[in-house]
């Protein structure tokens, strides 16, 4: 096992809000919030697969927003999300203002010359907002969701790579749901991949609704959307996640006072019937719970217990927990109970579970590997691998695979438990690459262009794929508009062709491989 650190910002004294993407290139983007040095700033950055900075990225990352501080803590309220060509869309709103915004960083490390210098407005006047929620369009675009500052509306915004507001959504938004009886909460998106999205909430209900890619009801579903638990939910913020599962499926995870619970439900607005119409209570919690996707079309749920240990549960499409993992739970963490903690998808049906070991008044943080059958990764030591050996005042704040069986931690250098003072970024292999077969397969797509770059003629290119879901090969400009495709049905690897045409302008392109969340992209030159 080896780690590879770098800084991934400035020391700030405050991070918040970190999020780790993958670039395309087997690197990672980060975008995170700060607070110190007398500055309330939001950043995103681009690093290599070898622990270098990308090329034109600024060593402190590119400054996305920059304020004097109001008060030290205060981050602003932020989500980012890859615009699947190397760079970031971010959404957020300041923190000393109510108006929410977006923004595009390019893949070079700049922000876009094309959008407005101060983000374009999504949230203004009486739709001024809270709580932002980003998610990418699958067009090259993005969906923002925010609250209505006084928590009585959760809207959207859908706009194109251009930073204009895609045809058929109004200026100000979609209102998705209007409460006078409750404050909403937490809104979260999901896109369908068919251009529209999926969003949920919480308030008198926890709530799901549909929307279409012009931003109306999508067909079936109605005005309020569907309530999948009738009362609101629990914790601050409350523990609410929305999780794919397959391709027209989603799990909704929520908290009651003390129970977790689960439900399935279809894009078309109808319940899973093999569930119960209450859903699945998993599990006593005491606190936070995680959920996320176990590269198949289930899910592991990840809660905090009453004791503070975070317990791992592993379900199905079916209703049901996965062979191997125990009705109380696995005890993800080694020790004490975490002060901060991250989990992420895994190998083989597993998950990657990244956690602080209290060690005196400080912590260590460790990365642990479970497998699909709810057991500790034999390879690894029992209590886990330690992120950065050589250092012993860490907290975790976030968590991603890098597509060969590892992982990227991104974790603050921290005095105390309380004081953090820089947010640094390793990358922790895998002891051994993945063999793509039966018991270990791959979890990451590859995609690579054989013949001559620049092009002539028709592009050939070389795939593989870790499992069977629908997969979309593209063709886009370096707007993000999509100019071809051709959907990959079925076959795990091969080549694939596409002809570029006559009316297809000579000049730069880039080649995008999607497969279920999963993205790989290649740069190509067309000419004629």
Request: aromatic share 8%; charged share 15%; net charge negative.
């Amino acid at each position: 096992m080896a780690a590879r650190r770098r800084a991934a910002g400035q020391a700030f004294s405050y991070n918040n809000g970190v999020q780790l993407f993958p670039e395309g290139s087997g690197g990672v983007l980060v975008a995170w919030g700060s607070s110190g040095g007398g500055l309330t700033t939001a950043r995103g950055l681009r690093v290599t697969a070898t622990g270098g900075l990308a090329s034109g990225w600024p060593s402190g990352g590119c400054t996305i927003y920059d304020v004097p501080t109001v008060t030290v803590g205060n981050v602003p309220d932020m989500s980012a999300v890859p615009d699947g060509l190397g760079g970031l869309f971010v959404g957020l709103r300041p923190y000393s203002g109510p108006d929410v915004g977006a923004w595009h960083v390019l893949a070079g490390g700049s922000l876009d010359p094309a959008w407005p210098a101060g983000g374009v407005p999504v949230a203004v006047g009486t739709h001024y907002g809270d709580d932002v929620s980003c998610a990418a369009d699958g067009a090259g675009g993005l969906f923002v969701a925010w609250l209505r500052l006084d928590h009585s509306a959760v809207l959207v915004q859908r706009l194109q790579s251009n930073g204009q507001v895609a045809t058929g959504w109004p200026a100000g938004g979609r209102a998705v749901v209007v409460s006078t009886t409750s404050l909403l909460e937490t809104p979260r998106l999901l896109p369908d991949g068919s251009g529209g999205v999926l969003v949920l909430w919480d308030g008198d209900y926890v709530g799901v609704q549909h929307l279409d890619a012009s931003g109306g009801i999508a067909a079936g579903w109605f005005a309020g959307g569907v309530a999948v638990y009738l009362g609101p939910a629990a914790g601050s913020p409350p523990s609410t996640r929305l999780v794919p599962s397959g391709t027209d499926h989603a799990f909704v995870v929520w908290q009651s006072t003390d129970h977790v619970f689960i439900q399935r439900l279809g894009f078309d607005g109808n319940l899973d019937p093999v569930w119960p119409p209450d859903g699945v209570q998993a599990v006593v919690a005491g606190g936070r719970a995680e959920a996320v996707s176990d590269g198949a079309d289930g899910v592991i749920l990840a809660p905090t217990s009453g004791s503070g240990n975070v317990l791992g549960f592993r379900y199905g499409s079916d209703a049901t927990l996965a062979t191997g993992w125990p009705s109380a739970g696995v005890q993800l963490n080694v020790g004490g109970a975490p002060p901060g903690w991250a989990i992420t998808t895994g190998n083989s049906g597993g998950a990657i579970f990244a956690w602080d070991e209290p060690y005196g008044t400080r912590s260590r943080s460790r990365v642990q590997w479970y497998l699909g059958d709810g057991g500790a990764d034999p390879t690894q030591p029992a209590d886990g691998q330690l992120v950065d050996p050589t250092y012993n005042a860490m907290q975790v704040r976030g968590l991603m695979p890098d597509g060969a069986g590892g992982a990227y931690v991104a974790w603050d250098k921290a005095d105390t438990i309380v004081n953090r003072n820089g947010l640094m970024l390793s990358r922790v292999t895998y002891p051994t690459p993945l063999a793509v077969g039966p018991g270990r397969p791959s979890t990451a797509i590859h995609l690579k262009l054989i013949g001559s770059n620049p092009a002539h003629d028709a592009l050939s290119i070389e795939y593989s794929l870790p499992g069977d879901a629908p997969a979309r090969l593209e063709l886009l400009d370096l707007a993000g508009r999509r100019v071809r495709d051709l959907p990959l049905d079925g076959a795990r690897a091969g080549i694939a062709h596409i002809d570029p045409g006559r009316t297809l302008s000579p000049g730069i392109y880039w080649l995008r491989l999607a497969q279920s969340g999963r993205i790989a992209t290649a740069r190509v030159a067309i000419l004629h």
